[in-house]
């Protein structure tokens, strides 16, 4: 009823709050996981939460893999030095949250996570059935 409702809805947002207030995740997101922890109870958004996770986590790491080897070859196919060589030469500080948010390529590399839960929700109805 309500309650397994408020619950479900609190157990899919309070993690996420930090991440949202740092604008690493968005409030399409966040009304997202709401939704789904509305319609599905607490203890069932949890397991959500953990795929998602899981899901997010190898997207993470494809798009890590696909930058460092598209950032090791340049377009004639030579070997490039990495940006962090680059940054630590040239005594640069590190992009922070802000500064990766304004570029314009930012979204080639944000991670759909409505998709990430979509996958949560749908591995979770087959795994508890």
Known sequence: G???SVLGILVANVPFIPLCLIGGMGAGDMKLMAVVGAWLGPWVMLHVIVVSGLATGCYSVGL?????????TGPSGTIARSS????KESGEKA???????SRPDRRSNAVPFGAMVALGVV???FWIG
């Open 2 to 4: 309500l309650v397994g």
């Open 64 to 72: 890590i893999i696909r930058n460092r080897m598209r950032s090791a």
């Open 84 to 87: 962090f060589s680059r940054e």
């Open 95 to 101: 992009m922070d949250v802000t500064a990766v948010l």
């Open 123 to 125: 591995v979770t109805a």
